[in-house]
């Protein structure tokens, strides 16, 4: 034996392509994180909620699996509720944790986690201590193959303090396990449904942007003529927002999903659930069309009530399809109808201000969204055109994902102008993330869209249900908070301050903060 297990697990995330680590660190840590080797990158996030979820955000800018490193107990607990983010986005994320040393676990000790592997289940796909500390590094190339094979997700390692200097032979390479494609007889199913159908659509979900396969997508679109949908919350663009086929967005609920999808005589769902609702309005009394599913993941396939399921990666889905298709004879689909731009008003009015980034931010950009109440109107106004991942938000719901997923998206992809745009109460659950936006010299705009409150509550809540409690933020000054961690700031307030403000904004190389003031009344389009 000749080596450390620290030297065996340093070597396997070189080769593993995990030597951006995003951390918090602590006495448990310290055996991982001393003498860190030069060509390793520590990005530090000051509360572990913000360090999972900008290694989140950087897994999917990047198309990479990613390392986290978390304290022992309460900071594997604070990285939680992003653990489940990263659960519901699919990211291959390795949670390392550490541990107390193990001869002090049977006393209970301070920082100890007691039965670690417990506290993030059922939120990772795998988790585990390992029995001897000479088993680490083994664990954690396990741990990293479970993360990256479909469907992909988070898992977690929990590694006691006074393993990392224990002796340990290296570990054998071995490549990683590719992805895989559909039954050849199912596709062909598939394929005969859609030939024969006079007005079919696809339904794309968030696998079609994580596998880069939108361009694919497009393709077949425009040749089998086409119309495609976005599936219910997605939280990626999975289809250009202004495309010709692009049909809109399926609403999270359950009679307005067979509602928008009534005129269709064959539907194509691709690597989303079927479907992802958020309310309940009652049960549809229209029948869905025939369905077809295709999705990596065995539960998608599972809870589904109607369809036929094929599993497959989605890009391979979509290939073999295009390649079989007939020439169609249908008539070409009419795609949505986009709105006029709307006027500029005081106070200001967000449909106003996403009209107005539409014309400033390019067609490039990454934009981060985490707009509660805005949403709908994001859509109308700023339509995301990429052709690679254009959008990050959370799969999950657990907001406070969107300020430190910007961050982390702006280190993967370091070619981009990363745009977060956020409520200010989404912004708060994770402010200190502006702190490493700063430090680490990240050219991400965030443009906090500042209604003073919790609308989308109250207006979830309706008002049947009373006045409710808790959703009054009244005003939080985020130049304030923003100059005080180092970021350039605009504050907005006229109308008129708002594209000079965004036209600098954009152009800096430095984070930058823009604060602005809108109208506290939402904006209704349905
Ligand atoms: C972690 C977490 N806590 C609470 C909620 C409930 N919630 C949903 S929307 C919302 C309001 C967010 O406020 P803001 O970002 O200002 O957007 P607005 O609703 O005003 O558009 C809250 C608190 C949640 N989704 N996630």
Redesign the pocket.
Known sequence: VTSTVREVTRDLMRQLGLTTVFGNPGTTEIGFLRDFPNDFRYVLGLQESIVVAMADGYAHASGRAVLVNLHSAGGVGHGL?HVFTAYRNNTPMIVLAGQQVRSLMPSEPFLGAMDATLFPRPYVKWAVEPARPQDVPAAVAHAHRVATQPPYGPVFVSVPADDWDAPCDPLPERPPVPGFGPDPDAIAGLVAALDAARRPALVVGPAVDAEGAVPDVVALAERARVGVWASPMSWRSSFPEDHPRFLGFLPPEERGVAEALRDHDLVVVLGAPAFLFHVYRGVADLPLPPLYLVSDDEQVLARARTGAGIRSGVRAAVRAVAGMVAEPTRPVPEGRVRRSVPAETTPIRVDWVFAMLAELVGEDMLLVE?????LLVRREYLPVRASRTGLLSTGG????YGLPAAVGAALGSPDRKVVAVL????SM?SIQGLWTAAREHLPVTFVILD?A?????DILAGPENGKMPGVELGGIDFVALAGGMGLATHRVTRPDELKPAMTKALADDRPTLVHIRVDPNPTVLY
């Open positions: 509720g985490e707009v509660p109440s805005h719901g657990a907001l406070g409520g200010d109460g989404s659950y209604n409150q919790y609308a989308a509550v």
